[in-house]
């Protein structure tokens, strides 16, 4: 199984991004997904998770009203629109999928990650 985040770039404050994680497996549907940033010189953070039927979807404070996460369990793709982008949102995004049954914000719960994708937010 593999993941792989795009969807990354350079922005100006306020602006808009669209990230996309497609997974190689045929597992999708069964997993909840999460995504995960982390900035220069600072800990990998959560950011959203979304459960395995997409209704169960849980937000850091920081993104709240600003990304929404969501998946199409068809296409095998779990999104993360970025919204009202501020350069505190600046790093690298990581798309990962959970060992456990339910959505969870701590990285220790997901056992596979893409590599991710840079997301630079100027000011």
């Known amino acids: 199984v593999q993941l792989q985040a795009s969807g990354g770039g350079s922005v100006q404050a306020g602006g808009s991004l669209r990230l996309s994680c497609t997974h190689s497996?045929?597992?999708?549907?069964?997993?909840?997904l999460g995504w995960f940033r982390q900035a220069p010189g600072k800990e990998r953070e959560f950011v959203a998770a979304?459960?395995?039927?997409?209704?169960?979807?849980v937000s850091a404070d920081s993104v709240k009203g600003r990304f929404t996460i969501s998946r199409d369990n068809a296409r095998n793709t779990l999104y993360l629109q970025l919204s009202s982008l501020k350069p505190e949102d600046t790093g690298v995004y990581y798309c990962?999928?959970?060992?456990?049954?339910?959505?969870?914000?701590?990285?220790?719960?997901?056992?596979?990650w893409g590599r991710g994708t840079l997301v630079t937010v100027s000011s």
């Open positions: 979304v459960g395995r039927n997409a209704y169960n979807t």
């Open positions: 497996g045929r597992t999708f549907s069964s997993y909840p």
């Open positions: 990962a999928r959970s060992r456990l049954n339910r959505v969870e914000t701590s990285p220790r719960y997901y056992d596979v």
